[in-house]
Every structure is written in C-alpha cells, then in structure tokens.
C-alpha cells in the first residue's frame, strides 16, 4: 500500500525542484515521478510510474488515488526510440562542488566524454577538506548537473552517465 502522504511529499518535491525525474525503491516498491509528459519508462511489474501532472491531480481526490495509480502503459514500439540508460552519480555528501582541482586548472571532466571506473569527476569540499569523487560507473558523461562552485546536498544528482 503507498501512503498518499509520502506520495503527495514526494510529487511536490519534483514540481518545486530542477529535476525532472524522481525514482525510489521501497520494500518492494517502484515509484517514479516524472514531470516530461509522455515519456516512455520502462516499469518493473510491481513497479508504478507517475507523470506528475496526472498524479498532482489525482492527489487532489486522495480516495481516488489508488485508482489513478497502476503500471506504466507500454510505449508503441514502431515510435519509440531505443531506450538508453543512463546512471546517475550523487555527492555522498553535503559540500561544495568544484569541477577542477584548481581554479585556473581544466575541468576533470567535459560533457561528452567517456568515463572510466575509479577517475576523478569532481571535488567536495566540506569543512576545508578536499574530497575527490572517483567513478563506480563507466561510460559517456551526459550530463554535469551541478554548476562550479555551487553547495550541493548528500544524495542530489551531480552527474548522468550513458552506460555501456
């Protein structure tokens, strides 16, 4: 059973965030919040996916959510394009976020560029220690999340990667 509570939390976290796509396991459960309409996700079968503008209406009518909420219908697939997946990197923990280890030196990494397991992405500093984040993943960097310089929260989304 989905507490609507957590779920309205959640929906309003996304609608009042950057993000575009929320996804989170709970003993046993898949629920992903998104706000790009028609957007194809693949969902596991005890999974749920949500658009935020049709989950934001269904929480209005809390006894009525459990109905709006069911699998992810199936993209067509002559339309849709491959599904590709992306893994996204996180601080592990709360810092400052600089893309080079000095500020006249190049960035560790540039969009575009094929990551490899264990290279430096980025330093966090937190309380004047220098921090470097190394890679668990490898693959195409998509995606720097984060600007230079910028404070960042324990588990927010630093970097996507295009895995092999």
């Given at each position: 059973m989905i507490d609507i509570a957590f779920l309205k939390k959640?929906?309003?976290?996304?609608?009042s965030s950057g993000i575009d796509t929320l996804e989170?396991?709970?003993?046993?459960?898949?629920i992903r919040i998104t706000k790009s309409p028609g957007l194809a996700v693949p969902s596991s079968p005890a999974g749920y996916t949500f658009a935020v503008g049709a989950a934001s209406a269904a929480t209005q009518?809390?006894?009525n959510a459990p109905a709006a909420v069911g699998p992810a219908p199936?993209?067509?697939a002559s339309s849709a394009p491959p599904e590709v997946e992306f893994q996204e990197i996180v601080s592990p923990m709360v810092g400052t976020f600089y893309r080079a280890p000095a500020p006249?030196?190049?960035p560790y990494v540039e969009v575009g560029q094929r990551i490899t397991k264990g290279q430096t992405l980025c330093i966090l500093e937190a309380m004047k220690l220098m921090n470097e984040l190394q890679s668990e993943v490898e693959g195409v960097l998509r995606e720097i999340s984060?600007?230079?310089g910028e404070p960042v929260e324990y588990g927010q989304v630093l970097f996507r990667?295009?895995?092999d």
């Open positions: 959640l929906i309003e976290a996304v609608e989170i396991s709970r003993w046993g459960t898949k009518n809390a006894g199936a993209a067509p006249d030196a190049p984060v600007e230079d990667v295009e895995r």
